[in-house]
């Protein structure tokens, strides 16, 4: 409690000392949000232009890039990609400030796991990985440089983002107790994409409840351990154990490298890919082939399936005009509320599929003057979190420049907020939100507000689905993803969450 307070009281002196909010500079990036707003109704404009493709894919994330890829790759030469922001990559978009790459959303790709081929094959295909004496080696230039990750808590940094526990501590012993439950949900069958994994009627059990409650009711109280779960839960899904299933909450860890205790001698540090800008990297090379079929600055308003092709109306941002699309198959590539919107008559799966709840989420990079100056412990590493604070901490994006000369130091921090602050996230100015950003830090670095040159600021009001109970098995999004007709469906939200392995392996199944 002393260091607690001592830590408070550095803080507000250097908030009333150093602190200069009002130079801060800054704004909003990425598209405004009135484009995403044409969607909600009014008339239709008439088009000023006609235009056709074979395949026409609407929304350039991820799954919308890996669809047109996969079409491309089955011999279908004229696949065209509208996309409302000016750049493709949707959640996997980059940005630049003072000319340092740094991310505006996704930021990292741990390797591939066996079940996720398609990616595995991009990888090979790209270089990032390569087949050596019979083992898959992984291009270490892009792996995440160590230190990796550390946590701020009792007034020093600690390695890793799971909370130290005392040997023979209460804390350790539900460590350990979590790590075999998470060894019995591995058995069960766990996998990325979810598809991939078996579905049980236990697996069906889990996807039922909350993961609060299947916490509680396995007797898991432990204020770090809980904290821990807190963190990974809005770290993936954008919402907590109270929201997310108790499938969603397994997922996390037995679809990947499991949970290891402290002490675990089979615990590795998970290799991860990230580069400055995160996985806008992935992004740039997955849109490169595609250049001249990417029609950027394009909402798409409607989507009318006819009987010979499908009518796509898109609205054309930089020349303020409508133009028309005919198309002989077109994907959705949106996030499923928003196909709903633009499809006429959309069918009962995809009306079903619209109500699924997504979390908002704000991501600032912060452009600091000099580097923060360091507390006891771990040294400065890629990913960074304060222990209780409300955002998930922050990345340094200058941590994987290749570049030994200094530069400019960016920090990436990230928000993922309570459905109930979406509407202040488009009402509160950018001043209040980039208050809240370092204030968040600020009782970590007292420091940084003295330190801010600029903050930009982006916001998703809808940025990703939310596994909430009923979701990863609803009979919707089983139907959407094996709808096969002249209008499919490829987006993350298919899987009832969103990492760029399941929007890949979506966008990649929708040309079968
Ligand atoms: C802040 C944040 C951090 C994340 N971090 C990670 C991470 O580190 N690793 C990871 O694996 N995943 C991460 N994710 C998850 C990320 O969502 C997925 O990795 C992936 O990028 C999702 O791709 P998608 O194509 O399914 O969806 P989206 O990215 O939602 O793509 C949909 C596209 O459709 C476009 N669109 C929407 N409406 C229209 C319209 N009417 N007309 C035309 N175009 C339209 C959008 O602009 C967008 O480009 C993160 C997500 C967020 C929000």
Same mark, same amino acid.
């Given at each position: 409690m002393r260091r607690r307070a001592a830590l408070a009281a550095l803080a507000s002196t250097a908030l009333a000392g150093c602190a200069k909010p009002a130079e801060w500079q800054g704004g909003w990036v990425g598209a405004a949000h009135e484009r995403g707003h044409r969607?909600? &109704?009014g008339a239709l404009p008439a088009a000023a232009v006609q235009r056709r493709a074979a395949v026409l894919v609407v929304g350039a994330g991820i799954a919308g890039l890996a669809a047109a890829r996969a079409f491309v790759r089955r011999g279908v030469d004229d696949v065209q990609l509208l996309e409302l922001e000016d750049a493709p990559g949707g959640n996997s978009r980059g940005h630049v400030l003072a000319g340092q790459r740094c991310p505006l959303g996704a930021h990292y790709l741990p390797l =591939? &796991? =066996?079940?996720a081929r398609e990616v595995s094959e991009w990888l090979h295909e790209i270089g990032l990985l390569r087949h050596e004496l019979g083992r898959t080696v992984a291009d270490e230039r892009h792996l995440c440089h160590s230190p990796q990750e550390r946590l701020f808590i009792d007034g020093a940094w600690a390695d890793g983002v799971l909370p130290p526990a005392e040997p023979a501590s209460p804390t350790l012993a539900q460590y350990r107790r979590f790590a075999a439950a998470v060894a019995r949900a591995q058995a069960l069958g766990f996998a990325? =994409? @979810?598809?991939r994994a078996p579905w049980t009627p236990a697996h069906a059990a889990l996807d039922a409840v909350t993961f609060e409650a299947w916490l509680a009711r396995e007797g898991f109280d432990d204020a770090r351990l809980r904290w821990y779960l807190d963190y990974a839960c809005r770290d993936d899904y954008g919402a907590g154990p109270g929201t997310v299933s108790a499938w969603a909450g397994l997922h996390y860890f037995a679809s990947r490298h499991g949970f290891h205790a402290p002490g675990d001698d089979t615990a590795e540090r998970e290799p991860v890919f990230t580069w400055p800008e995160g996985n806008a990297w992935l992004t740039d090379k997955l849109s490169a082939p595609l250049a001249g079929q990417l029609h950027t600055g394009r909402t798409v308003l409607r989507v009318a399936e006819q009987r010979h092709g499908v009518e796509v109306l898109a609205w054309d941002e930089a020349r303020a005009q409508a133009e028309a699309w005919s198309a002989g198959t077109v994907v959705l590539a949106l996030p499923l509320f928003a196909a709903a919107r633009v499809l006429q008559d959309p069918p009962d799966t995809l009306r079903a599929a619209a109500a699924q709840p997504h979390a908002p989420w704000l991501v600032a990079n912060l452009h600091l003057a000099r580097p923060l100056l360091d507390r006891p412990g771990? =040294?400065?590493?890629?990913d960074n979190v304060p222990f209780g604070a409300r955002g998930l901490g922050y990345v340094d994006? @200058? +941590?994987?420049?290749?570049?030994p000369s200094p530069g400019p130091v960016v920090l990436t921090a990230y928000h993922a907020l309570p459905a109930a602050e979406r509407g202040a996230l488009l009402e509160q100015g950018w001043r209040h939100w980039a208050g809240r950003v370092v204030d968040d830090l600020a009782p970590t670095h007292p420091d940084l507000p003295g330190k801010v040159e600029r903050i930009d600021l982006m916001r998703y009001g809808h940025a990703m689905a939310v596994p909430a109970p &009923?979701?990863? &098995? +609803?009979p919707a999004l089983a139907a959407l993803r094996a709808q096969r007709g002249r209008v499919r469906f490829a987006h993350a939200d298919l899987a009832g969450y969103s990492v760029f392995e399941e929007a890949f392996s979506a966008g990649s199944a929708v040309a079968g």
């Open positions: 969607l909600k &109704g =591939p &796991g =066996p079940q990325l =994409p @979810s598809q771990a =040294p400065p590493s890629w994006a @200058s +941590h994987q420049r290749l570049d &009923g979701w990863r &098995g +609803h």
